[in-house]
């Protein structure tokens, strides 16, 4: 699948086209650090004093690396897919092939990083129910109203967690029904490309 870079990284990724190929590297080795251990603004000094440019445009470049690196590492992109992918960007042979080397040897280990790096919402884990009704009452003018009271049991990172939901049969209805054109709604081929893309 083809990684369709915007227009500011494009931007960030000119920088490199002027650069020799051990510079490139470099900067492959500063994006793949800046993936495992986060920012690290000393080392972006240093390399903008020896290549007499501006932090920034330093800054810029590994930022846009890192973009394409983990694009297409989350969407495991093939060899040809990848050269495609920055092959409009105006880089040398040689250059793609630094970068594709690179992309090769790290994608794991970045959907890995990637992967510790999501979220881990509360996912279902057990459901209790019970149908409260009233059943005699002296005083009773009005039509009785059962409540279902539900025990939802989450878990989230091992730990797991309860909650007390109350509600009438005509919103557990309605809820039922939102849940099931939701499950449908995911059936479909737009919704089965995004997932596709997500893992």
């Known amino acids: 699948m083809l990684v369709l870079l915007k227009d500011e990284h494009k931007e960030h990724l000119k920088f490199l086209t002027g650069v ?19 920012c690290n603004p ?3 000094q240093s390399a903008a004093q020896k290549l007499e440019v501006d932090a920034e445009t330093v800054q810029y470049a590994v930022e ?11 969407l495991m992109t093939n ?11 105006g880089f040398s042979e040689e250059i793609v092939q630094v970068l594709l080397a690179m992309y090769l040897e790290n994608r794991l ?4 990083v990637l992967s510790d790096m ?18 005699a009452s002296r005083s009773l003018r009005h039509q009785i109203t059962p409540n279902i009271v539900l025990k939802l049991h989450l878990e989230e990172d091992h730990e797991k967690s309860t909650h007390i939901l109350q509600t009438d049969p005509g919103n ?28």
């Open 64 to 74: 846009g690396l890192m973009y394409l690196l983990s694009e297409t590492s989350k």
């Open 118 to 135: 999501s979220m881990d919402l509360p996912h279902y884990y057990d459901l209790e129910w019970r149908l409260d009704v009233q059943v």
């Open 20 to 38: 020799e190929v051990g510079v490139v590297r470099e900067f492959c080795r500063i994006s793949i650090e800046f993936i495992k251990n986060g």
């Open 109 to 112: 280990m970045i959907r890995n």
């Open 79 to 89: 060899e040809v897919d990848f050269q495609d992918s920055i092959s409009i960007l």
């Open 42 to 44: 000393k080392v972006y």
């Open 172 to 199: 557990l209805m309605q809820l039922t029904k939102e849940l099931e054109k939701a499950l449908d709604e995911i059936k479909s081929t737009y919704c089965r490309r995004i997932v596709r893309n997500i893992d």
